[in-house]
């Protein structure tokens, strides 16, 4: 009998290996999953399973569904220390009144350091085991996911005017290759070219950050179309919408991940499908800040890949995968008037294999499948809110809430445990972002 770091028995695996019009019929009951060496090496019924390995670590999971771990598409992930700064106000007033001084007046490597923390503590606990970042100081955001032992793509930010992290693109782009480097080795955490978005880059950084991601193969994580505003000023400005720029600037191509995408024409939708542009889509951010919806039916019909990601806890207010794939799907169906649209199986995909496609780490992570790491998600479904179970992804996406999200693992580190965390001090954390909240509001108040 073969010896094995770890032996996982769920009640129930979605391993969302497949095609999401597929994963119907990819609810399996009393499986059994191997770890090794921190990768899946065999899955299978739970009798098979265990009269051919065995492990010091047999973790049981009754009333349990194990999927994989959740991906969050796009955030800004010390901006948890924002959280309820500036609310109820339209996206431009939010930056510029609000956002965009307080970042000058406080960001630094530390508040990166503790906002990061603070996001990656609460992302884990509920279930995400991989986020894509777009902020100042990456290099700091992929040390802090290295240590808590969570999946990166940081954002090597891009943006026309100088801040506390680089004075000009030249530096942003300098400073943001260097920190890739960096990561080369890393078996957690890598980097993309995080251009902020068409209204706040120019044309000659655009082009060379196309340029290189074509010779480095790497993603390019921008905000587009996500008001009618932007669309209306590029038109006065360029005389032409944001994505048709971004077509003649090389950029849209498999490697771009459009954040929020709002405002779009269907022809748009057709050529964003046939360039294979990914659209990383965040409903509660657009809901809140009133930007617009996504057309996901229509983009998911066209066969665009869709992710879901919660944007920055300052304008979302939380980081709650789960609650996004809820809104993501409802959303969907009030907007197209349509209730079969963004299904709970086409939201999970997109929690999942969605988001790692995106960010081109498919053969990686996204799914239960032998030969990917084994970053994984167990719920416990015995609570009320998802009683009886008849079909448990249904449940996961309209009835399940975070707190029901009792272990995690990430490359096989079991990185939360019976609601635990077990690589970040969570009361330590927490002090810490208090102390940070104290600060900016005495600055505010002063």
Same mark, same amino acid.
């Given at each position: 009998?073969?010896?094995?770091?770890?032996?996982? &028995?769920?009640?129930?695996?979605?391993? /969302?290996?497949?095609?999401?019009? #597929?994963?119907?019929?990819?609810?399996?009951?009393?499986?059994?999953?191997?770890?090794?060496?921190? +990768?899946?090496?065999?899955?299978?019924?739970?009798?098979?399973?265990?009269?051919?390995?065995?492990?010091?670590?047999?973790?049981?999971?009754?009333?349990? +569904? $194990?999927? !994989?771990? &959740?991906?969050?598409?796009?955030?800004?992930?010390?901006?948890?220390?924002?959280?309820?700064?500036?609310?109820?106000?339209? $996206?431009?007033?939010?930056?510029?009144?609000?956002?965009?001084?307080?970042?000058?007046?406080?960001?630094?490597?530390?508040?990166?350091?503790?906002? @990061?923390?603070?996001?990656?503590?609460?992302?884990?606990?509920?279930?995400?085991?991989?986020?894509?970042?777009?902020?100042?100081?990456?290099?700091? @955001?992929? =040390?802090?996911?290295?240590?808590?032992?969570?999946?990166?793509?940081?954002?090597?930010? +891009?943006?026309?005017?100088?801040?506390?992290?680089?004075?000009?693109?030249?530096?942003?782009?300098?400073?943001?290759?260097?920190?890739?480097?960096?990561?080369?080795?890393?078996?957690?955490?890598?980097?993309?070219? *995080? !251009?902020?978005?068409?209204?706040?880059?120019?044309?000659?950084?655009?082009?060379?950050?196309?340029?290189?991601?074509?010779?480095?193969?790497?993603?390019?994580?921008?905000?587009?179309?996500? @008001?009618?505003?932007?669309?209306?000023?590029?038109?006065?400005?360029?005389?032409?919408?944001?994505?048709?720029?971004?077509?003649?600037?090389?950029?849209?191509?498999?490697?771009?991940?459009? /954040?929020?995408?709002?405002?779009?024409?269907?022809?748009?939708?057709?050529?964003?499908?046939? =360039?294979?542009?990914?659209?990383?889509?965040?409903?509660?951010?657009?809901?809140?800040?009133?930007?617009?919806?996504?057309?996901?039916?229509?983009?998911?019909? *066209?066969?665009?890949?869709?992710?879901?990601?919660?944007?920055?806890?300052?304008?979302?207010?939380?980081?709650?995968?789960?609650?996004?794939?809820?809104?993501?799907?409802?959303?969907?169906?009030?907007?197209?008037?349509?209730?079969?649209?963004?299904?709970?199986?086409?939201?999970?995909?997109?929690?999942?294999?969605?988001?790692?496609?995106?960010?081109?780490?498919?053969?990686?992570?996204?799914?239960?499948?032998?030969?990917?790491?084994?970053?994984?998600?167990?719920?416990?479904?015995?609570?009320?809110?998802?009683?009886? +179970?008849?079909?448990?992804?249904?449940?996961?996406?309209? #009835?399940?809430?975070?707190?029901?999200?009792?272990?995690?693992?990430?490359?096989?580190?079991?990185?939360?445990?019976?609601?635990?965390?077990?690589?970040?001090?969570?009361?330590?954390?927490? $002090?810490?972002?208090?102390?940070?909240?104290?600060?900016?509001?005495?600055?505010?108040?002063?």
């Amino acid at each position: 009998m073969q010896s094995v770091e770890q032996i996982l &028995l769920p009640e129930w695996m979605i391993p /969302v290996s497949e095609k999401p019009s #597929s994963l119907e019929n990819q609810v399996f009951k009393d499986q059994a999953v191997v770890i090794d060496n921190g +990768v899946i090496t065999a899955l299978g019924s739970r009798r098979e399973i265990l009269a051919q390995f065995q492990s010091d670590s047999v973790v049981e999971l009754p009333e349990h +569904v $194990l999927t !994989p771990g &959740l991906i969050n598409a796009h955030t800004h992930s010390a901006m948890t220390l924002l959280r309820g700064y500036a609310d109820d106000l339209p $996206l431009m007033e939010w930056l510029s009144a609000h956002i965009w001084p307080a970042e000058s007046k406080w960001v630094n490597e530390a508040f990166i350091s503790a906002g @990061t923390n603070l996001a990656i503590a609460e992302m884990l606990r509920g279930g995400t085991t991989c986020f894509n970042d777009m902020y100042f100081f990456p290099d700091v @955001t992929a =040390r802090c996911a290295e240590q808590a032992g969570i999946r990166a793509t940081v954002g090597m930010i +891009v943006i026309d005017f100088p801040t506390v992290w680089a004075k000009d693109a030249d530096e942003y782009i300098s400073k943001g290759l260097a920190t890739r480097d960096a990561l080369r080795h890393s078996s957690l955490v890598n980097a993309a070219f *995080a !251009p902020h978005a068409p209204y706040t880059v120019s044309d000659q950084p655009l082009e060379r950050i196309a340029t290189l991601a074509d010779e480095l193969d790497c993603p390019i994580h921008m905000h587009v179309h996500e @008001t009618a505003h932007e669309v209306e000023e590029s038109t006065a400005r360029y005389g032409m919408r944001p994505l048709e720029r971004l077509e003649r600037l090389g950029i849209l191509n498999r490697r771009l991940c459009a /954040v929020h995408m709002t405002q779009l024409l269907p022809a748009e939708i057709e050529t964003i499908a046939e =360039r294979g542009v990914n659209v990383l889509h965040c409903p509660q951010s657009n809901l809140k800040l009133a930007s617009g919806m996504c057309p996901v039916d229509a983009m998911l019909q *066209a066969g665009v890949n869709v992710a879901i990601g919660t944007d920055g806890a300052s304008s979302n207010n939380d980081l709650d995968m789960l609650g996004e794939m809820q809104q993501a799907s409802l959303l969907a169906k009030g907007v197209s008037d349509n209730p079969s649209a963004m299904s709970a199986y086409q939201s999970l995909y997109a929690a999942t294999m969605g988001g790692a496609k995106s960010l081109g780490l498919e053969n990686t992570t996204g799914s239960i499948e032998v030969g990917k790491a084994a970053d994984l998600m167990a719920v416990d479904l015995s609570d009320p809110s998802t009683q009886p +179970v008849f079909n448990p992804v249904s449940l996961l996406v309209y #009835s399940a809430s975070r707190s029901q999200v009792n272990h995690v693992w990430v490359a096989g580190k079991q990185v939360l445990q019976n609601r635990t965390l077990t690589t970040i001090d969570l009361e330590e954390t927490v $002090l810490e972002a208090k102390g940070w909240g104290l600060k900016i509001a005495d600055g505010r108040a002063s």
